[in-house]
């Protein structure tokens, strides 16, 4: 099988690339915003193993959903003519403050998990059962630029000289997952042409206070703790599915030395 990698200079794109370039990934990069996307992307795809995880990114006033759609598009019109594909979704799609399996029903509250739940829909009509959805857990890891909040965001505040900046008390419960994890998982699904739903996390769960406090650990920092201006809300993962498919699976720890380390070079 050969491979199509659409979004592959995203952070998790780049990194599934080189990990599925022994069994050969077509590089061919097509501007999904421009009116030839389709038929350029038509004559790459006919029989490969198509992996999706282009994003438009956030616009000025937060993240553009009919944006992010549309760049969906030129692919719908050729996806019929994968042998198979993978979508890289989130776990912003689930509800809060209950235990997240992949029978959960979605219930997203931001625009952000609202549009990687259209774009699954889509993909189911398209596609059918030569779909695999891989929701994934908060990735970490060297060339992560989302700054989001939690280990990289924290870790670029300690190397920057501080303070780690910490909502609230740092209650809130979320799963962290390594990009090499990521990966590993990822490549294993899609070289076995998986289909259906799979989450993607550790099934370990820790607060950001705790996240905070390991930084802190690795890089001396202070801690600031900051107002929030949201309710706490938890997530934990079942990853019951996940160890049934792959029981030699041990995530590990919260680990940013490879990141320390890149910023030292």
């Known amino acids: 099988m050969q491979y199509v990698v659409i979004g592959s200079a995203g952070f998790i794109g780049a990194y599934l690339t080189r990990a599925l370039q022994a069994e050969g990934v077509d590089r061919t990069v097509v501007d999904l915003s421009d009116s030839t996307a389709s038929k350029k992307l ?24 009919s944006a992010n759609l549309r760049i969906l598009e030129p692919f719908l019109a050729v996806a019929d003519r994968c042998a198979h594909v993978t979508y890289l979704s989130s776990d912003m799609i689930y509800p809060y403050d209950v235990p997240v399996t992949e029978d959960l029903v979605p219930a997203p509250d931001t625009v952000y998990g609202e549009m990687h739940l259209a774009r699954e829909k889509a993909l189911s009509d398209a596609v059918g ?48 997952i ?3 994890d990521t990966v590993k998982l ?80």
Request: charged share 20%; net charge negative; with cysteine.
């Open 178 to 180: 390594h990009i090499q």
């Open 186 to 265: 990822l490549t294993s699904l899609i070289r076995s042409a998986a289909t259906g739903v799979f989450n993607i996390a550790t099934g370990q769960a820790v607060s950001f206070e705790d996240v905070a406090k390991y930084v802190q650990s690795v890089v001396p920092s202070d801690i600031n703790y900051e107002p929030r201006s949201v309710p706490i809300k938890h997530r934990d993962f079942d990853v019951s599915k996940l160890m049934e498919t792959f029981p030699d699976f041990r995530p590990q720890t919260m680990n940013l030395n490879d990141m320390i380390e890149l910023s030292n070079g």
């Open 129 to 176: 059962n030569r779909l695999l959805i891989a929701r994934l857990a908060q990735v970490y890891g060297p060339g992560d630029s989302h700054n989001a909040y939690g280990p990289c965001r924290m870790l670029s505040e300690a190397l920057l000289g501080g303070p780690i900046v910490v909502k609230g008390r740092g209650e809130e419960r979320r799963d962290h």
């Open 42 to 65: 038509g004559a790459v795809v006919d029989g490969k193993s198509c992996v999706f995880c282009a994003n438009g990114g956030p616009g000025p006033n937060g993240w553009d959903a």
